[in-house]
């Protein structure tokens, strides 16, 4: 590594990976500094792989532009380039009359949002899904799965080929703000070193509050402690897969899109996530939960499924900015000038759904960028 950088991105994932493909290019010293051993080992490769549509956002939030968006690019990038994907469709299905007020409400806010949907009548239901039972359902056709780890194989690549540098095994433990741009400090197995550059871009997930903290961001006055927020997946056996033809979502009632049917592009089923909040990152999974999963909507949804089917399989922990039973928080991506901080671009609570977002959000941090050079 050279002693001065442009642009240092902290964070590996597919954010960090999509934003270097976006911003490297020749003349410009961009480096991609992960702590891990390699690419993509925490939230980007612990998730449902599923590319959403943007029904669930709060209106003209970052959240539901980055995803309709991102739904789109993801689409095209993906056939363009050999990604394995599926635009399988997905219904979201009610099962009580509480939930029933629920989709009508979700159908609205997904409407508002500009996605297109479709409320199903029973008949309908039954021809698309004659094995799944509820009480209403609207069918969500540009939803789909993604092979997650194709993506960020994809970003790499392009990230490489436009020239910037990463470094493995390298954690960022010091940002200090120095004439023209920022001294980086960071420890990796040589021992550590520090370099200058002019623009850093916090990518960091889980530990992207700390990471601003270390650039001087008070991070209880800007709202961006994150809490962690564990999702647990449990395989499905005995070929019940070949008895659903999409994703099925229940209508989300907690603070999530809820557990739900999720497939992989070779069309394993599985079922989760089962979110709590934790303290401490452990991708542990075993049974003391599953009673929650059994009395969850979507099992009544899938009768077919019986407790003995089920079986503890992964987990996944989101970086959320929203603690526990509090509000509808967006993602946080903005250049930080007003903060005494120009040339920092922080990405704090890029959590679902930030798979489908993420190309959406590299096209975002490269205007971002474009701003700061210019000036
Ligand atoms: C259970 C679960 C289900 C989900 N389902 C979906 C879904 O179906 N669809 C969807 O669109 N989204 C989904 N998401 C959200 C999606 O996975 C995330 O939004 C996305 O992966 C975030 O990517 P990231 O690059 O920001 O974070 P990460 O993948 O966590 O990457 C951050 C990287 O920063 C590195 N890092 C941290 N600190 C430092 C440091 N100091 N120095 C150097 N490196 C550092 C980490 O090691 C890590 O590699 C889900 C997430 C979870 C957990």
């Given at each position: 590594?050279?002693?001065?950088?442009d642009?240092v991105?902290?964070g590996?994932?597919?954010?960090g990976l999509?934003?270097?493909?976006?911003?490297?290019r020749?003349?410009?010293e961009?480096?991609?500094?992960?702590?891990?051993?390699?690419?993509?080992?925490?939230?980007?490769?612990?998730?449902?792989?599923?590319?959403?549509?943007?029904?669930?956002?709060?209106?003209?939030?970052?959240?539901?532009?980055m995803c309709?968006?991102?739904?789109?690019?993801?689409?095209?990038?993906?056939?363009?380039?050999?990604i394995?994907y599926?635009?399988?469709?997905?219904?979201?299905?009610a099962t009580?009359?509480?939930?029933?007020e629920g989709?009508?409400?979700?159908?609205r806010k997904?409407?508002?949002?500009?996605?297109?949907l479709?409320?199903l009548?029973?008949?309908?239901?039954?021809?698309?899904?004659?094995?799944?039972?509820?009480?209403?359902a609207?069918?969500?056709?540009?939803s789909?799965?993604?092979?997650?780890?194709?993506?960020?194989?994809?970003?790499?690549?392009?990230?490489?080929?436009?020239?910037?540098?990463?470094?493995y095994?390298?954690?960022?433990?010091?940002?200090?703000?120095?004439?023209?741009?920022?001294?980086?400090?960071v420890?990796?197995?040589?021992?550590g070193?520090?370099?200058?550059?002019?623009?850093?871009?916090?990518?960091?997930?889980?530990?992207?509050?700390?990471?601003?903290e270390?650039?001087?961001?008070?991070?209880?006055?800007?709202?961006?402690?994150?809490?962690?927020?564990?999702?647990?997946?449990?395989?499905v056996?005995?070929?019940?897969?070949?008895?659903?033809?999409?994703?099925?979502?229940?209508?989300?009632?907690?603070?999530?899109?809820?557990?739900?049917?999720c497939?992989?592009v070779?069309w394993?089923l599985?079922?989760?996530?089962?979110?709590?909040?934790?303290?401490?990152?452990?991708?542990?999974?075993d049974d003391?939960?599953?009673?929650?999963l059994?009395e969850?909507?979507?099992?009544?949804a899938l009768p077919?499924?019986?407790?003995s089917?089920l079986?503890?399989?992964?987990?996944?922990?989101?970086?959320?900015?929203?603690?526990?039973?509090?509000?509808?928080?967006?993602?946080?991506?903005?250049?930080e000038?007003?903060?005494?901080?120009p040339?920092?671009?922080?990405?704090?609570?890029?959590?679902?759904?930030?798979?489908?977002?993420?190309?959406?959000?590299?096209?975002?941090?490269?205007?971002?960028?474009?701003?700061?050079?210019e000036?």
């Amino acid at each position: 590594m050279s002693n001065k950088a442009d642009i240092v991105i902290v964070g590996a994932g597919v954010i960090g990976l999509a934003v270097a493909a976006q911003v490297a290019r020749e003349g410009r010293e961009v480096y991609l500094l992960e702590r891990n051993e390699t690419f993509g080992q925490e939230q980007s490769s612990r998730n449902s792989e599923v590319i959403h549509a943007g029904i669930y956002y709060e209106r003209g939030s970052l959240k539901a532009k980055m995803c309709l968006e991102g739904n789109g690019l993801l689409y095209e990038l993906c056939e363009k380039n050999g990604i394995a994907y599926k635009k399988c469709g997905k219904i979201i299905m009610a099962t009580s009359d509480v939930e029933t007020e629920g989709l009508e409400k979700l159908y609205r806010k997904g409407e508002d949002n500009g996605v297109p949907l479709r409320m199903l009548s029973q008949r309908e239901t039954d021809q698309l899904e004659p094995n799944v039972s509820g009480m209403a359902a609207f069918l969500c056709p540009t939803s789909g799965i993604v092979d997650s780890y194709a993506l960020l194989r994809y970003f790499l690549g392009k990230a490489r080929d436009n020239g910037a540098q990463i470094a493995y095994k390298t954690k960022v433990i010091g940002i200090e703000r120095a004439l023209g741009g920022y001294r980086v400090k960071v420890d990796d197995p040589s021992g550590g070193f520090s370099f200058m550059t002019r623009v850093v871009i916090n990518c960091a997930g889980l530990y992207s509050d700390k990471v601003a903290e270390m650039a001087g961001i008070n991070i209880d006055e800007a709202n961006y402690k994150l809490h962690w927020c564990k999702g647990e997946y449990y395989s499905v056996s005995g070929g019940r897969n070949r008895l659903i033809n999409r994703l099925i979502y229940p209508v989300p009632m907690a603070i999530s899109v809820g557990v739900h049917v999720c497939f992989d592009v070779d069309w394993r089923l599985r079922l989760g996530p089962l979110f709590y909040y934790v303290n401490e990152i452990s991708y542990k999974v075993d049974d003391s939960r599953k009673k929650a999963l059994l009395e969850s909507s979507i099992m009544k949804a899938l009768p077919f499924i019986e407790s003995s089917d089920l079986e503890p399989e992964t987990s996944g922990i989101m970086a959320m900015l929203q603690g526990e039973g509090e509000g509808f928080r967006d993602f946080v991506i903005r250049h930080e000038y007003e903060r005494g901080l120009p040339g920092f671009i922080s990405l704090v609570g890029i959590e679902s759904p930030g798979l489908t977002s993420s190309p959406a959000i590299a096209r975002y941090v490269g205007h971002l960028l474009n701003e700061i050079l210019e000036s």
